[in-house]
């Protein structure tokens, strides 16, 4: 097997030191603050779908500070007296929610699904804010100087709104929320979780914006080789924009994690290096968490894998043993 990283031993063990900020704590909660107290400004256009089992909406809800958010919002047609369990989806980098069949597996066993389109990529969610200082293609370095400003300040911030919208609805209960998504939906997965507080449980996969030093130093592809372009052009910065990354690095976030985790690693991963998988997953609180290490997958996650998160899902959120 070929050898990407750090052997699997030293993995397992793997707790570089952190690199919060004296700030980082009234940073969130300043952020946060804001976040909860903006008006979600919810609404839902129901969508014609051939599957009769379902109901589903095209939801819009006001973005962070500005834009729009938008998500397929589904749910099954027949609604327990109790509510149903739910699942937020965030997707990966430069991508969209995707199609309602992507979730149907999903709704067809009885939860309810948002699927959130994150804002500026290649959905249909806007994004009202404007970055100083310039940027190299892609989001990555958008407003990298100021974390006040950084662009995933506002992305980590519409996660954890669309936990809002998603505790908001009449037909959910707030009490069984999950959240789901691979690569960057893995990290604002996590970033959500830590953020949030609504969680029940967190299913990451193969999870982006994870010790972004150590993701620079070793990433062969992907999107954190941009990191390396701005600091092509503008090497005087990279020290601050290592600062302003600290505040949304799901390592110094992990701490905040109480809610049962189930994650997965591939450890021929080029793009999401497994050391700053396993950093991240080494420092969160959670009394129940599981790592699915597989040796020979990459940026990727194992059909297998799913089996896992169902039953994880249909334990935890549905009481099904």
């Given at each position: 097997?070929?050898?990407?990283?750090?052997?699997?031993?030293?993995?397992?063990?793997?707790?570089?030191?952190?690199?919060?900020?004296?700030?980082?704590?009234?940073?969130?909660?300043?952020?946060?603050?804001?976040?909860?107290?903006?008006?979600?400004?919810?609404?839902?256009?129901?969508?014609?779908?051939?599957?009769?089992?379902?109901?589903?909406?095209?939801?819009?809800?006001?973005g962070f500070g500005g834009g729009q958010c938008v998500a397929w919002y589904m749910h099954p047609k027949s609604v327990p007296a109790g509510g149903l369990p739910?699942?937020?989806?965030?997707?990966?980098?430069?991508?969209?929610?995707?199609?309602?069949?992507?979730?149907?597996?999903?709704?067809?066993?009885?939860?309810?699904?948002?699927?959130?389109?994150?804002?500026?990529?290649?959905?249909?969610?806007?994004?009202?804010?404007?970055?100083?200082?310039?940027?190299?293609?892609?989001?990555?370095?958008?407003?990298?100087?100021?974390?006040?400003?950084?662009?995933?300040?506002?992305?980590?911030?519409?996660?954890?709104?669309?936990?809002?919208?998603?505790?908001?609805?009449?037909?959910?209960?707030?009490?069984?929320?999950?959240?789901?998504?691979?690569?960057?939906?893995?990290?604002?997965?996590?970033?959500?979780?830590?953020?949030?507080?609504?969680?029940?449980?967190?299913?990451?996969?193969?999870?982006?914006?994870?010790?972004?030093?150590?993701?620079?130093?070793?990433?062969?592809?992907?999107?954190?080789?941009?990191?390396?372009?701005?600091?092509?052009?503008?090497?005087?910065?990279?020290?601050?924009?290592?600062?302003?990354?600290?505040?949304?690095?799901?390592?110094?976030?992990?701490?905040?994690?109480?809610?049962?985790?189930?994650?997965?690693?591939?450890?021929?991963?080029?793009?999401?290096?497994?050391?700053?998988?396993?950093?991240?997953?080494?420092?969160?609180?959670?009394?129940?968490?599981?790592?699915?290490?597989?040796?020979?997958?990459?940026?990727?996650v194992p059909p297998v894998h799913v089996t896992e998160q169902i039953r994880w899902a249909n334990t935890i959120l549905r009481g099904v043993l």
């Amino acid at each position: 097997m070929l050898i990407v990283d750090l052997p699997l031993e030293q993995l397992r063990v793997y707790r570089p030191p952190l690199t919060k900020q004296p700030d980082f704590d009234s940073f969130w909660q300043r952020t946060l603050s804001e976040a909860l107290s903006q008006p979600l400004e919810l609404s839902l256009e129901p969508v014609e779908y051939p599957v009769p089992e379902v109901r589903l909406f095209r939801a819009r809800f006001a973005g962070f500070g500005g834009g729009q958010c938008v998500a397929w919002y589904m749910h099954p047609k027949s609604v327990p007296a109790g509510g149903l369990p739910a699942l937020v989806f965030y997707h990966g980098y430069s991508g969209n929610k995707g199609q309602p069949h992507d979730y149907l597996r999903w709704a067809l066993q009885g939860y309810a699904v948002l699927a959130v389109d994150v804002r500026g990529q290649s959905g249909e969610s806007s994004d009202g804010a404007q970055y100083e200082g310039g940027h190299v293609t892609g989001w990555m370095t958008q407003g990298i100087m100021d974390p006040w400003q950084y662009y995933y300040r506002a992305v980590y911030a519409d996660a954890v709104r669309a936990a809002e919208v998603m505790a908001s609805l009449p037909e959910v209960d707030s009490r069984r929320l999950g959240a789901a998504g691979v690569s960057q939906g893995g990290g604002l997965t996590l970033a959500a979780a830590a953020l949030s507080g609504r969680f029940a449980l967190a299913l990451p996969d193969v999870p982006y914006l994870c010790h972004f030093r150590r993701s620079l130093e070793i990433a062969q592809q992907g999107p954190y080789l941009e990191l390396a372009t701005y600091f092509k052009i503008y090497p005087e910065r990279e020290e601050a924009a290592f600062r302003t990354l600290s505040y949304f690095d799901n390592m110094n976030l992990a701490e905040r994690i109480t809610c049962p985790v189930l994650m997965s690693v591939g450890l021929q991963d080029l793009i999401c290096p497994p050391s700053t998988i396993f950093a991240t997953y080494n420092y969160i609180a959670s009394a129940k968490k599981e790592l699915a290490v597989y040796p020979y997958h990459g940026h990727e996650v194992p059909p297998v894998h799913v089996t896992e998160q169902i039953r994880w899902a249909n334990t935890i959120l549905r009481g099904v043993l």
